[in-house]
C-alpha cells in the first residue's frame, strides 16, 4: 500500500501562484508514476499532471501547459505541483494520486491522498 498526504492548498489572489506537496509513505519503491489531478465544484475529477518514477517524463492537461510544472524531490516520494498565473478557473480540490502498475495515472490509479483545497480569488 501507498499512502499519499497533500499540503499547500490555500486562499490565493488570481495571478498568484502557489507550490502543492504531496508525500508518499508506504511501498514507494513499487510506484511507477505520481501526479495531479482536482476537482472543482459541480465538475468531474480532471487529469492535471504527473511525472514518470521509472523514466524521467512529465505528463500535462494540454490546457495547463506553461503554467503548472510538476517535478519530484529528490528523495523520490515527493512530487510538487508548482502553479502560475492562477485564475478562479483553478479553484479546486487538488488530488495526489499514485499508480503501481501503470505509467498513466487515471481516476482509476489505486492510490489518492484526501486532497488540499485552493481557492483562487477575483
Known amino acids: 500500500q501507498v499512502q499519499l498526504v497533500e499540503s499547500g492548498g490555500r486562499l490565493v489572489q488570481a495571478g498568484g501562484s502557489l507550490r502543492l506537496s504531496c508525500a508518499a509513505s508506504?511501498?514507494?519503491?513499487?510506484?511507477?508514476?505520481m501526479g495531479w489531478f482536482r476537482q472543482a465544484p459541480g465538475k468531474e475529477r480532471e487529469f492535471v499532471a504527473a511525472?514518470?518514477?521509472?523514466?524521467?517524463?512529465?505528463y500535462y492537461a494540454d490546457s495547463l501547459k506553461g503554467r503548472f510544472t510538476v517535478s519530484r524531490g529528490n528523495a523520490k516520494n515527493t512530487v510538487y505541483l508548482q502553479m502560475n498565473s492562477l485564475s478562479p478557473e483553478d479553484t479546486a480540490v487538488y488530488y495526489c494520486?499514485?499508480?503501481?502498475?501503470?505509467?498513466?495515472?487515471?481516476?482509476?490509479?489505486?492510490?489518492w491522498g484526501q486532497g488540499t483545497h485552493v481557492t483562487v480569488s477575483p
Open positions: 511525472v514518470s518514477w521509472i523514466g524521467t517524463g512529465t
Open positions: 508506504g511501498r514507494t519503491f513499487a510506484i511507477y508514476t
Open positions: 494520486a499514485a499508480d503501481d502498475s501503470k505509467v498513466v495515472l487515471t481516476t482509476k490509479s489505486p492510490y
